[in-house]
């Protein structure tokens, strides 16, 4: 079963306690990563995932792959060769240009933890959640692109 | 956990000592020593932490860690300091004691009965965070159940940011009901800020005005529009809104360096307690204690060369009041730390996290755990005790003498402060979990647009900001967050720290950071 981190927009209080947590367990740049969106909202990106990720297609010696099963798309580290095409193809920038130790720094959903992605545990506000296809189909925060209460986001 | 052999694993659960939230995590142990943190799912806080408690593993771990004791920065074995620490309290009318964070009440009990013990008569708090001055609140723990009956609730301050596990309860207890009102006081735009009904940006430092007028105090000569920048109608109308809404409630949070009045803060709650019957609730990072004296009064000791030794417990003094060093000259320091400085003499101690005891929190009172063991040089606050004298004692606890302040005098000392307008900037403190200690991110500074424009700042320069005491170079962030003539810097680390100017507030005898006039330049 496929299951994604999803963004509750309403929730997020832009803490980064996600992007602490991504950085305290890998020990280099956080792979959930704040973005300023057009002077309106603070947000957490990080990878989807993609089902026809743009940066595999643009590695240039096959150091991304995606498992059919899982959905899950991975860099190897020992095959990257810091070239930095994955973050310049991939249209959501969740791959940082500058890189740490020459490899880029890649989402694994946090694979190596049986309970799920960090950033998910740690969210203060319980923004971030972890969902399969099904779940997020029931769940409003699917579909939810914008946020619903008007004073949300307001920027004074 | 895959891919290692479960039997390598062990995970110690600990209570989060780095606020007064005290959430709980586990720290997760392999065969080569600390791995990370553990986000338990049934601890307090349901596993979330805040960038602090992720951070918790580095810092157990951190390269800084003081193992050894230090003199000015040179390593000296316990058994020697523990000779000359023996000698000091030998005089001990020359020897001031005093305690900031990272005491437990157990061990400020032990330093108190030591003082006693062993003739010590002037003990004081070194705490000097303004939190300080809102203990008395954290004697009425706050429980969930306060907000569900809300339907008004006040944030002074950024506390989202300085307390993400608060966001919340606060989200969804607004989100619940349509006419659930989050007002947010500030004179930053914050994130907080972005998610209240009404944002009420007051001019900086101006918040205990803004609070006493809400409470419908006389402020007599004072004219609070003009001085918080709030309409006089908005605050008439929200000031009867609130009038006897004792379901309501008040979230504490300014930080360091961000008001001109901290003392004038913790009244401004309690009258707004006392006209509304709001609940006040201080989100703090620690309390603090009472010592027998205040510390201005261990300062003119020092002036006046009676007292030559000092002993701290804690950790923040004096590494994090650098701007002291000028009022202390000539005094012996020997304090207690769990990061290595090069100043003074320097006695390595467990985190609050390897401790057992109580910590008291926003909730009421917990228990340390004591599962994590503290690197093998460092000594808890009995050892260091019990190493300087061989009875022990219960000392008598000093009580916080009642003191009354003049509100009136004060507001329109703050109208003064705020009428003259200079042409330098104004730097205030933030506090954002997220710049911990400078572990996971450096200092941002924030500046307006129009004046990075006027002084040639581009976005990710670096620059120099001066004040009276010291400089530092930072990298700026521009944002309309901040007013034009306003500068925010998050006040974590000594050397932003060490730029705010303090005031010694005569009437409470307190020492005050407040928002500091600067010079800054592009770097280079
Ligand atoms: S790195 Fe970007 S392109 Fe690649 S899978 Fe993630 S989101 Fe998609
Ligand atoms: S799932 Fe794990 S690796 Fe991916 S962003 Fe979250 S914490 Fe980082
Ligand atoms: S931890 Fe949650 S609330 Fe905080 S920034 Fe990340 S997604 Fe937003
Ligand atoms: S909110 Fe406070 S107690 Fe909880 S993880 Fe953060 S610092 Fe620790």
Sequence with gaps: ?156 | MKNIDPKTITIKRALCPFCSFGCEFGIIFNDFGIKGVEYVKDGNSNGRLCPRGSAAAMYLDHPRRSTMPLKSGKAVVWSKMAKELRKVVGSPKSVAVTFDRNVTPEEYAAIVGFCDSVGIGYTASTYFEPEHNLRPFLEKPFAPADLDKAKIAFVLGDIFNQAPMSSRAIIEWKMKDKKNELIAIDSLNTHTAGFASQFLRVNIGTEPLLLLALAQENLDGVDIAKVTGIDARVVKELSNKIKNSSKGVIFASLPFGHTYDPGLYAESLDRMHEFSGMKVVPFVEFAGYEGSQPFVSIMEMVKRKKIKNLINFGELFPFYYPQLAGSLKGLNIYATSTLKHTDHTLLPVPLSLEKEGTVVTTFGKRKLTGNIEPPSGAKSVEAILSMLSSGSSTGKMPHAVEKKIDVKERARRIAEITETKKKSFKLVGEKVAYNFLGFLEGEILKINPYDATELGIGADDIVTIKSKYDAADLPVRITEDVDQGLLAAPAETPAVRGLFEYEIDSELQAVNFIPTEVKICRKG
Excluded at chain 1, 31 to 60: E, F, M, N, T
Excluded at chain 1, 61 to 73: H, Q, R
Aim: aromatic letters at 4%; proline letters at 4%; glycine letters at 6%.
């Design chain 1, 1 to 156: 079963m496929q299951k994604r981190i999803v963004l509750d927009l309403d929730l997020c209080c832009g803490c980064r306690s996600c992007e602490a947590a991504c950085k305290a367990a890998f020990k280099g740049e956080a792979r959930i990563r704040h973005g300023d969106i057009a002077g309106v909202a603070y947000l957490p990106l990080a990878c989807k995932h993609c089902k026809q990720p743009l940066c595999l297609a643009s590695c240039p010696v096959e150091a991304i792959t995606k498992d059919d099963n899982t959905g899950l798309v991975t860099r190897s580290a020992m095959v990257c060769i810091g070239c930095k095409s994955c973050a310049f193809a991939c249209p959501f920038g969740v791959i940082d240009a500058p890189l740490v130790r020459h490899i880029s720094q890649k989402c694994s959903l946090c694979a190596d933890r049986d309970e799920g992605p960090r950033c998910v545990a740690a969210c203060s506000s319980g923004a971030l959640q972890w969902l399969s296809d099904e779940e997020i189909e029931q769940h409003e925060v699917g579909m939810r692109m914008v946020s619903k209460d008007l004073f949300f986001r307001r920027k004074a």
